[in-house]
């Protein structure tokens, strides 16, 4: 299972850092990311890191965002700056698991909320 943490409510130009940490019977986990789903809207892409930290991000949060990740800790990380009202949504991790016992499965966060008011 993965368990995100660390949204909250912040004023448009501040910073929130979003936690996921994967939990159970874990052999490997390969690529994770986070997604965002915004109301009315689907949810969409926001950043995602493989194991090697190779990262990718949605345009819209280049040079804003960046994500990291903890193999040893099995955690990835959302550290966002420059918050705008535009980025207010349901902030979702999301990972490739391999258990023990060799199945992988794509599993996915709870989602945590992000509201930045301008």
């Known amino acids: 299972q993965l368990q995100a943490s660390g949204g909250g409510l912040v004023q448009a130009g501040g910073s929130l850092r979003l936690s996921c940490a994967a939990s159970?019977?874990?052999?490997?986990?390969?690529?994770m990311g986070w997604y965002r789903q915004a109301p009315g809207k689907q949810r969409e892409l926001v950043a995602t890191?493989?194991?090697?930290?190779?990262?990718n991000y949605a345009e819209s949060v280049k040079g804003r965002f960046t994500v990291s990740r903890d193999n040893a800790k099995n955690t990835v990380v959302l550290e966002m700056n420059s918050l705008e009202p535009e980025d207010t949504a349901i902030y979702y991790c999301?990972?490739?698991?391999?258990?023990?016992?060799?199945?992988?499965?794509?599993?996915w966060g709870q989602g945590t909320q992000v509201t930045v008011s301008s």
């Open positions: 999301n990972g490739d698991i391999t258990s023990v016992s060799r199945a992988t499965t794509l599993y």
């Open positions: 159970g019977s874990i052999f490997s986990i390969a690529d």
């Open positions: 890191i493989t194991r090697g930290s190779i990262t």
